[in-house]
């Protein structure tokens, strides 16, 4: 009865051991089998990574608040780091239309509806032309599209380039950011 019992231990093993053998084979990958090394792409090659600071122009939130000043003398200037490119007006217009950073939205607040794209923008002996969607003409208010329309004409007269802002919705302009 040993000689039996020692007989299925032996053989039980040898069973238990093959399968933990070939269990790790499977496990551990041949070497014809690895994946051949990946390399993350190159970078593009180093463009002009010239930055420039400009200026957004938001409502400050406590002042609104007070209600002691107009509401134009409200929009106050935050500063931007951006990109130093060709179209450096139409990047800031981008830039108001982002709004507030999370920081900043605790002292200050847009009065731009959230939507609202630039067409276009072209600036001519002074003048910027800017084109926008139709949701800019979705505001109502005195004090809301007298702080629209500073928020953009403070933002594009910053540059040399700009003496006059010219603003249109969707080609129009009369009759668009009524109250």
Excluded: C
């Amino acid at each position: 009865m040993n000689l039996k019992y020692i007989l299925i231990v032996v053989i039980l093993a040898v069973i238990v051991g093959g399968g933990i053998l070939g269990y790790q084979y499977l496990l551990v990958p041949k070497e014809e089998s690895k994946m051949p090394e990946v390399k993350p792409p190159e970078a593009p090659p180093e463009e002009s990574k010239e930055i420039i600071e400009v200026r957004v122009y938001f409502v400050d939130k406590q002042m609104m608040i007070e209600g002691k000043v107009p509401y134009p003398d409200m929009v106050k200037p935050l500063s931007r780091i951006i990109p130093k490119t060709e179209g450096v007006a139409m990047t800031a217009m981008n830039t108001l239309l982002e709004g507030p950073t999370l920081e900043e939205q605790n002292q200050y607040v847009t009065s731009i509806p959230v939507g609202v794209e630039v067409k276009n923008l072209r600036i001519e002996k002074g003048i910027a032309y800017i084109n926008f969607n139709e949701a800019l003409n979705k505001v109502a208010g005195s004090a809301t599209v007298s702080t629209i329309r500073t928020q953009i004409e403070k933002t594009l007269k910053q540059f040399s380039t700009v003496d006059k802002v010219v603003i249109s919705i969707e080609g129009e302009t009369e009759a668009i950011l009524q109250p």
